[in-house]
């Protein structure tokens, strides 16, 4: 088999990948290890920043984001039994994000994909990638029991955190940055409404809890758990009590219980591989860094980054030039580095770490305080929250 972009991985930004590739005319072929069920069903990211609200409509993939997806102008913040809203366009001069699961974008964007016959091959698992160095590189893939390969001109991993395309930048040329934190979120789906029309992020003693929702009939919440915990140790009330007693205020504010329909935990790290391409194989996405979801980018850097490549990809066709397809890592990384940076600093504001002292416990406080009074500090969150400009 043969095409000219070969994308490893069928998740957000190797199925944005392809559309953009295919509205541009050119090529691509898409392995993707799961099948469509699982593609289709995996929960994760709930916020669209506007840079990647505005790519979605560009390439004509956000008709049903448009109808369904609901807009927010800005998040509340919970401390010390208080309550205090950042207002985004306020405070950005405009820009706001959507709530629009992952799940829903990857449909939409599989739907057009299959639509317009793009080869899209699910329980397809790349093997390797070869040939890196080459002006050929191939990937090895086993598809229906057989083993095949497909040779192409570009090679980008969409294949996330534990995919097989990190491994074609060599060891002695790769650094790989990284921090686990001793906690991860344990989060819940709900069959009842939101208890407030926008996302609560909140600080507790007890520890984090965050309040989004799916839909204006289901609740999306996380409360944070030590790294070891196995979701199943939960029972039901005890989740809507610890959740109860986190998101308290001193106002009439109630929050509702429902029937959870599902629950896990995720692990919370940071980690960035640089550099994010090797010769003709270039990394996006998960499989290049990740994030802890405090600052909800995962999904919009994983955009970030195939915008890039597709935009310098197109230079290189239309001018000859490739000059923008040799800067892609450095492009990618500046943005992946303020993404780091925002999520590290929401974390470590809002999460109690184990072994916290009263000192670590004043400085978080300390710090929410001054984004509600200090125009410049709430600015600064509500520009990083929405997103930093696409290149
Ligand atoms: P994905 O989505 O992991 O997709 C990678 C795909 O590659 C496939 N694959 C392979 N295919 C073929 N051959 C192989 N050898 C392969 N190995 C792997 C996999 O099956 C998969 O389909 O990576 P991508 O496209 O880079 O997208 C990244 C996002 O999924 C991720 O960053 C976000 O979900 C992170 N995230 C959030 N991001 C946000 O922007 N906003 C949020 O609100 C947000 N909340 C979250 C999140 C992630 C979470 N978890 C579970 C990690 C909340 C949570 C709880
Ligand atoms: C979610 O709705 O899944 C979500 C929202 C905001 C975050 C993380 C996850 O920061």
Not at 328 to 347: G, K
Request: glycine share 8%; aromatic share 6%; with cysteine.
């Amino acid at each position: 088999m043969r095409t000219t972009v070969g994308i490893i991985g069928a998740g957000p930004a190797g199925l944005l990948l392809a559309r953009l590739l295919h509205n541009a005319g050119i090529d691509s072929v898409v392995l993707e290890t799961r099948d469509r069920a699982y593609v289709e069903q995996r929960q994760r990211a709930g916020i669209l920043e506007q840079g990647t609200v505005d790519v979605l409509r560009e390439a004509g993939a956000a008709a049903r984001m448009d109808r369904e997806g609901i807009p927010h102008d800005g998040i509340e913040l919970r401390f010390d039994r208080r309550r205090h809203r950042v207002d985004f366009p306020a405070r950005t001069g405009g820009r706001s994000v959507m709530v629009y699961a992952q799940t829903e974008v990857c449909k939409d964007l599989i739907a057009l994909q299959l639509a317009a016959g793009g080869p899209l091959l699910f329980e397809a698992e790349a093997l390797a990638v070869e040939g890196a160095g080459t002006e050929q590189p191939r990937v090895r893939f086993r598809h229906q029991g057989r083993e095949d390969v497909l040779e192409c001109d570009y090679v980008v991993g969409c294949d996330g955190s534990w995919g097989v395309a990190r491994k074609a930048v060599p060891a002695d040329v790769s650094r790989v940055f990284e921090r686990t934190y001793p906690f991860g979120w344990l989060g819940i789906l709900a069959d009842v409404p939101p208890s407030h029309d926008e996302l609560v992020y909140a600080r507790h003693d007890r520890g984090f809890a965050l309040l989004s929702m799916r839909s204006p009939t289901v609740t999306r919440a996380y409360l944070q758990v030590p790294a070891d915990t196995d979701a199943a140790d939960w029972g039901d009330e005890e989740i809507w009590d610890e959740l109860d007693r986190r998101l308290e205020t001193d106002d009439a504010w109630t929050l509702k219980r429902g029937p959870i329909t599902a629950k896990s935990v995720t692990p919370m790290r940071s980690q960035v591989h640089e550099p994010m391409r090797h010769g003709r194989v270039f990394l996006a996405g998960d499989a290049a860094h990740i994030v802890p979801p405090t600052g909800a980018k995962g999904l919009n850097l994983a955009v970030g980054d195939v915008v890039t490549f597709a935009r310098a990809l197109v230079e290189l066709r239309d001018t000859g030039s490739d000059a923008r397809l040799e800067v892609y890592s450095a492009t990618c990384l500046r943005r992946v580095w303020q993404a780091e940076r925002f999520s590290y600093a929401m974390t470590t504001m809002l999460h109690r770490a184990p072994g916290a002292t009263p000192f670590d416990d004043r400085i978080q406080l300390a710090q929410l305080d001054r984004i509600t009074t200090a125009r410049s500090a709430e600015a600064d969150l509500a520009e990083s929250y929405t997103g930093f400009p696409l290149d």
